[in-house]
């Protein structure tokens, strides 16, 4: 059986995550001058940029991998997953750069064609089912896109330097803290000065815009559909580019906001290309190993099995260190917290350091998540009726993000509704994707490993939790769907590791299960990420930020909010403030 498979290349892959993951051979100091909470790629982000800056860190993380979601774990023996998180594109390209990623081991496998919908319906005279495949090249995609309207073929190539214009006006916010709004109204002149530099990106961003401001305000405000649906008219282009508009998200294509996850999407560029996605080479783990190295080669020390149990708080009400589970305190001048906020100021915070007022504001910040992930492996590629390959040889649509149940976007409505009404979706939204196609090294020779992005599905079952029964009942909803696609699927399944939203909080810290570390909603935005209060990563506790995912600019844009709350606490540490 595929499982008892053991080679040599797996035994080497294996080798090379642990070396990466593990923490490095310098001993736990009980002095630092900073400290970060949580090895998540944010964390190790900032970490290396702060001591890059003079500022002697240290990186302590729960697990005993690092990465946070983006992890290669090997969860049956040789195969190799990575297990949360498993594409890369919203990498900074000024991180990737500075830190050298590359030489430190980040290998990328891009992706083209990027996306494939295949249908479920009767192929015409003898022909297989229709498909739809999206990518790089817009001759291509018209002419697939032309399988369903003309009309829509023609529209397509205006419709992509629509998105490419609005996500690249976008850019300057994403790489710097949102405008000082209390800093430019309060205090000093000179404090008002120096503020009112913040306020440099949002012109940026103005003036790239032009007179396209109203359609950045329409498309971040907008239901998705309601956009879609001026430029197109085909179902399964509509509900295809719907997907973009609610993945990770607890929303459907017609829900205001959804919009703005689109364009979150397409703002990614991995290898100079705009909004391409790509498999790192050895799973998602690869990201975070780079990285790592990286903060290493400059002097950062990073633990694993490193559990912090609180944050300690000096008699000044100042951030002065953490204390171990373990009972050991290790003490710095700051503490930059990787974890959600929820986790942040409501487990790792003494509740004394906290008002009352802000600990209501806390537990208002919405972490609902739709997504089950599941991970597969199986001992021969999906042969899909739509395109069908013999000898289980992969086509150009096997690299993709394969969409099931996503011909229509009335499929994508019902399972959102589902859910909203806590009962895990009959008719799921999938996104399949199979790395191993182009990454030999995460499966033993002739299998592969299968990534299942599913929603819609509640962190509650009608009121109540999640049992083992209920995980493989959705599963087997999941794979009967797929089935449905791809004939001999289930037969072809060696093992399968299924998250549902309760579990990726236990496992990863995911707060609710929100892969964003927070939803991506326009009141949680910006100025608004996590909190109004909160969104310059400074904490109610001086000396204590946040860094994670749940800052501005928030998931999935990898390194950015550790590499703004670095930048702000370098500022503070030299300017003697917040500390």
Not at 45 to 70: D, M, P
């Amino acid at each position: 059986m595929a499982a008892a498979v053991w080679t040599n290349r797996g035994r080497r892959l294996q080798a090379l995550l642990l070396r990466g993951s593990r923490s490095n051979h310098s001993a736990l100091k009980t002095n630092y001058d900073a400290l970060i909470i949580g090895g998540g790629h944010n964390g190790l982000v900032a970490a290396a940029y702060l001591q890059k800056g003079g500022v002697k860190t240290a990186v302590l993380e729960r697990r005993h991998v690092l990465g946070g979601a983006a992890v290669s774990e090997e969860i049956f023996p040789g195969f190799h997953f990575s297990r949360c998180s498993y594409l890369l594109s919203l990498l900074r390209p000024h991180i990737y750069r500075d830190l050298e990623l590359k030489k430190h081991g980040l290998n990328v496998f891009m992706r083209d064609p990027h996306s494939y919908t295949p249908m479920l319906e009767e192929g015409v005279k003898g022909a297989p089912p229709r498909s739809l495949i999206l990518g790089s090249d817009l001759a291509k995609n018209q002419d697939e896109i032309g399988k369903f309207s003309q009309k829509d073929a023609k529209n397509y190539p205006e419709f992509a330097a629509y998105l490419e214009k609005l996500a690249s006006a976008i850019h300057p916010l994403l790489d710097a803290p949102p405008v000082d709004i209390r800093g430019i109204t309060a205090g000093s002149p000179r404090k008002r000065l120096t503020a009112a530099k913040t306020l440099l990106p949002f012109l940026k961003c103005g003036l790239k815009l032009g007179g396209n401001i109203p359609d950045l305000y329409q498309i971040i405000t907008a239901p998705i559909m309601k956009i879609l649906t001026q430029w197109f008219d085909s179902e399964p282009l509509r509900a295809t580019l719907a997907t973009d508009g609610v993945i990770g998200a607890m929303t459907s294509p017609s829900n205001p906001g959804s919009g703005y996850v689109l364009l979150h999407h397409v703002m990614g560029e991995l290898e100079k290309e705009k909004g391409a996605w790509g498999y790192v080479e050895g799973g998602m783990g690869g990201v975070s190993r780079a990285i790592a190295k990286a903060a290493q080669s400059y002097g950062v020390d990073i633990f694993t099995e490193k559990d912090v149990g609180w944050i300690l708080i000096d008699s000044e009400g100042a951030a002065k260190g953490v204390s171990l589970k373990d009972g050991t305190e290790i003490h710095s001048k700051v503490v930059l917290s990787n974890a959600t906020p929820y986790i942040t100021f409501k487990s790792l915070t003494p509740k004394e350091a906290l008002s009352e007022e802000f600990m209501k504001a806390v537990d208002q910040i919405d972490y609902t998540s739709p997504v089950t992930k599941i991970n597969v492996a199986v001992d021969k590629l999906p042969n899909f009726l739509a395109s069908p390959t013999p000898h289980n040889k992969p086509g150009p649509h096997h690299q993709c993000s394969i969409h099931l149940n996503c011909e229509h976007v009335a499929v994508l409505e019902a399972a959102y509704k589902e859910a909203m009404n806590g009962r895990p979706s009959t008719r799921p939204m999938l996104e399949m994707t199979i790395p191993s196609v182009l990454d030999p090294t995460l499966a033993p020779p002739g299998c592969h490993v299968v990534s299942l992005f599913t929603q819609f599905t509640p962190y509650h079952i009608e009121g109540r939790e999640w049992t083992e029964q209920d995980r493989e009942a959705f599963a087997d909803t999941v794979f009967d769907w797929v089935e449905q696609y791809a004939p001999g699927f289930k037969s072809s399944v060696v093992g399968r590791d299924i998250l549902s939203p309760p579990d990726l909080e236990r496992i990863f810290g995911l707060t609710g299960g929100n892969i964003f570390h927070g939803s991506m909603s326009l009141d949680q935005l910006y100025l608004a990420r996590p909190l109004p209060s909160l969104s310059d990563y400074r904490s109610p506790v001086k000396g204590l930020y946040l860094c994670g995912s749940g800052c501005h600019p928030g998931g999935g844009v990898m390194g950015s909010s550790g590499w703004n709350a670095a930048l702000t606490v370098l500022s503070d540490l030299k300017h003697h403030r917040n500390i």
